[in-house]
């Protein structure tokens, strides 16, 4: 039921809502931790991309030309 909304995008911007806490971005995506586990591994997300992110914000969709 969340396949039209996965992307990396998708779980990096929960993963960072979070404060990188995978169980409560599992929960909130309704999806079991395992599965999460399986995303960050299929779209190479690397946990401490995810703090190095909280450290210095960046927009997480940029509108190109």
């Given at each position: ?9 998708f ?33 190479a ?18 509108i190109?030309d």
């Amino acid at each position: 039921h969340q396949k039209m909304f996965e992307s990396r995008l998708f779980f990096v911007d929960k993963l960072i809502e979070t404060s990188g806490n995978i169980r409560r971005s599992a929960r909130e995506l309704g999806i079991p931790k395992s599965t999460l586990y399986d995303r960050m591994k299929n779209y190479a997300i690397d946990p401490k991309e995810i703090l190095l992110r909280q450290a210095s914000p960046t927009p997480s969709l940029a509108i190109s030309d």
